[in-house]
């Protein structure tokens, strides 16, 4: 198989002449190219009036593959590896099922290769199953009236069920592709294999999550959802077991020597109890800002130009920073084409914004968050979680500026730069399913932060043409990108304590659903190495 980069195909070519670009680019008749599939595909719109398609395909053909590679000569042109993922021996001796606390990217991945290698794990996820927890955020939507275990954040799947589906992550490790083969097995679109920007939508994720879970269950795992971690069981510097507590209270022991903390960035409670027990957890920074809605009529013209309507191009995208000196800057994150801006709280008395789209990013404003970096030498203290009881400070805010019934606190941009109240909306109406309170943010997000907003909306201006449009809308606040959180590990993946291993995002491992589920699985191979 050889692997040939940078294919470029015009916006109004056809995919169907690859396979006589790849004969060119291996000086071969095109008859001599036995098969072709796409490894990678991109969007090359830099220059706007010659939009094109970037492709790296991989071939078989007739012949020696490894000759003809040596006679040509070209870095664009290599051999390409077959790619295959296996977990670790399981050298394990003792018969106690491991336990996985959380269901979300991290904990469904590490349930998922746990049981591929029949260890039958028990997952324990405080939220409900995702056919139930579509209905209780509906229902949160409409009527205001939040259900703290199972919510935007809480429940199968995790926050990222709530979401764009984004599966582009910044992290190079080998094992992203699996999770990717892995998303496609269980109902994602094909396209995620070779996307450059591959993403699932909300819509099509709840189908996925749903057949992964019935796989667990397949393989012998058991998820007990409803099910809330209530109490680790440590003896002699050791995990004995957990303690949970069922929907009515109710609470029940399981032994376990290994326990696998996916437990999300957002369930304060459970790192506050992992906090009394002793369990190591330092500060780390993480991001505050507010969700940015533009129309995605705008977005479409400033990064395509002429082809803005044309069918081939879809709902378009950015992903924008700016470094100002003495900063960690300003970027923008999860950015939703076609989307919606969603209130997504987990506690009572607290606003807190996200961003969702569907697969088809068909809706009529795009959305993005606009965040700040923000240092634990920021933070009000040196405790450990001061920035957790920061986050929850600026949520509680925002909750109150709302109007106290989870309405939203929203902003013009053109107000925000000027330092006044918005009092009436422009061209851009705001999606937020529990409306909007038109107000003036600076009365909940920090100085810094606002001055950095300020400062990076007419730097990213100059990137995007419109991105500081006065009617362009702010709804905040974003705070939950990554957690304020580190439980601490070490090389074996595991806490001072062991048997207990820290997961995903909420541990702070992790920063989207690729690198989260990455982590999940290494954290399975860390279990099944663990010689007990």
Not at 278 to 307: C, D, L, M, W
Not at 326 to 334: D, P, W
Not at 480 to 489: L, M, N, Q, T, Y
């Amino acid at each position: 198989m050889i692997r040939i980069q940078e294919l470029k195909i015009p916006l109004e070519g056809d995919e169907q002449t690859l396979s006589a670009l790849a004969a060119k680019a291996l000086h071969i008749p095109k008859s001599a190219v036995h098969s072709l599939s796409i490894f990678r595909k991109s969007l090359d719109c830099r220059k706007k009036n010659d939009i094109k398609f970037i492709y790296a395909v991989e071939v078989e053909i007739d012949g020696d593959e490894d000759r003809l590679l040596k006679r040509l000569h070209d870095p664009k042109v290599q051999k390409a590896e077959v790619y295959r993922y296996e977990l670790p021996e399981n050298r394990r001796k003792t018969k106690l099922r491991p336990v996985v606390v959380g269901f979300g990217p991290a904990g469904m991945f590490c349930a998922l290769m746990l049981a591929k290698a029949g260890l039958c794990p028990l997952v324990v996820e405080r939220g409900e199953p995702v056919e139930q927890r579509q209905a209780s955020v509906n229902a949160f939507w409409r009527t205001r009236k939040l259900d703290p275990e199972s919510n935007v954040q809480f429940g199968e799947g995790g926050a990222g069920t709530f979401s764009d589906g984004k599966l582009n992550t910044g992290t190079k490790d080998f094992r992203q592709r699996e999770i990717l083969r892995q998303f496609v097995r269980h109902g994602a679109p094909q396209e995620i294999l070779y996307s450059a920007k591959p993403h699932i939508g909300t819509d099509k994720l709840c189908g996925v999550v749903r057949s992964i879970r019935e796989e667990v269950l397949r393989l012998g795992g058991e998820i007990r959802f409803q099910t809330k971690l209530t109490d680790i069981l440590i003896y002699n510097g050791a995990v004995q077991g957990v303690r949970f507590a069922g929907r009515d209270g109710g609470e029940a022991d399981f032994e376990t020597d290994a326990v696998v903390l996916a437990i999300g960035h957002s369930a304060r409670d459970t790192v506050e109890m992992l906090y009394r027990k002793g369990i190591p957890i330092t500060q780390k920074a993480f991001s505050v800002g507010a969700r940015i809605e533009h129309s995605q009529e705008s977005i479409n013209r400033s990064q395509y130009g002429a082809f803005a309507a044309h069918p081939k191009l879809g709902a378009a995208d950015y992903k924008l920073a700016c470094h100002p000196p003495g900063g960690r800057g300003a970027y923008t994150f999860c950015m939703c084409p076609g989307g919606t801006v969603v209130c997504c709280p987990s506690e009572t008395g607290t606003v807190v914004t996200n961003g969702m789209s569907e697969f088809a990013r068909d809706g009529k404003n795009a959305n993005s968050a606009l965040l700040v970096g923000v240092e634990p030498a920021e933070f009000p203290s040196d405790h450990p979680l001061a920035g957790l009881y920061y986050q929850l400070e600026i949520e509680k805010k925002a909750f109150m500026l709302g109007g106290g019934d989870y309405t939203a606190p929203a902003q013009t941009v053109g107000d925000f730069l000027k330092g006044t109240p918005s009092k009436t909306l422009g061209a851009v109406k705001p999606t937020c399913p529990t409306g909007v309170a038109l107000c003036d943010l600076r009365t909940v997000l920090p100085r810094r932060v606002i001055d950095t907003m300020c400062d990076a909306l007419g730097k990213m201006d100059k990137m995007l043409a419109g991105f500081a449009c006065p009617d362009a809308v702010l709804t905040g606040p974003e705070t939950r990108s990554s957690s304020p959180v580190r439980i601490v590990r070490d090389e074996f993946f595991q806490t001072q304590i062991n048997g207990i291993f820290p997961c995903g995002e909420g541990a702070g491992y992790a920063g989207g659903i690729i690198s989260a589920a990455v982590d999940g699985v290494k954290c399975a191979e860390a279990v099944l190495r663990d010689e007990h």
